[in-house]
């Protein structure tokens, strides 16, 4: 089961912690949002996944925009370590 905590919640701004671990978004079931999201990988691996791209695989440090509007998809997380996110809404 996926963690989510708000880190800071304000008008046009949420951060949030998210601890994954084996989880992966089912195809038929898109993420698509009404605003950007920026992800910052800090522990663990995972591979994500936008519209019309083929999956860009993160480990701790990396990080990625997901523009607003976008489907995307996370197509897996490590399933021996938890996997920790940092996820920024912008919008």
Known sequence: ???????LKRPGIRIERIVSRGQ????AEPMEQDWDEWVLLLEGAAGIRVEDS?????APGDHLLIEKGRKHWVAWTAK?????WLAV???
């Open 1 to 7: 089961m996926e963690a989510f905590t708000d880190l």
């Open 24 to 27: 992966a978004t089912p195809e």
């Open 54 to 58: 083929a999956v860009v695989e993160l």
């Open 80 to 84: 021996d370590r938890a996997t920790v």
């Open 89 to 91: 809404h912008l919008g």
